[in-house]
């Protein structure tokens, strides 16, 4: 069993950055696929980004690309959302989760999930 914690959300205005973290325990870290989620209010739960075990490959939903960047740390058992450029839109509840599938990148592909990091981005 994998257990996800994530941390690092905030307010922050429009233009502003943030980088939002999530460290995992259990399992094999460098196995799983790593993706984060959001969830705005009154809103379905929505892919923001994705990254391959070993780090190699990376996928962003459309309106995050250039703004927002994925890394992972295997070593530190932790994955990372860098995000620059921020604007109102991207307010939500970000979801770290972890997936044992290989490019895994619908919310039914990943197993574990974290509890969720609150980010607002003030106009």
């Known amino acids: 069993q994998v257990q996800l914690v994530e941390s690092g959300g905030g307010l922050v205005q429009v233009g502003g950055s943030l980088t939002i973290s999530c460290a995992a325990a259990?399992?094999?870290?460098?196995?799983?696929?790593m993706g984060w989620f959001r969830q705005a209010p009154g809103k379905e739960r929505e892919f923001v980004s994705n990254i391959s075990g070993s780090g190699g490959i990376r996928f962003y939903e459309d309106s995050v690309k250039g703004r927002f960047t994925i890394a992972r740390d295997n070593a530190k058992n932790t994955v990372y959302l860098q995000m620059n450029s921020l604007k109102p839109e991207d307010t939500a509840v970000y979801y770290c989760a972890g997936g044992d599938r290989i490019a895994a990148m619908t919310a039914g592909d990943f197993e574990y999930w974290g509890q969720g990091t609150q980010v607002t981005v003030s106009s």
């Open positions: 259990g399992g094999t870290f460098s196995r799983l696929t």
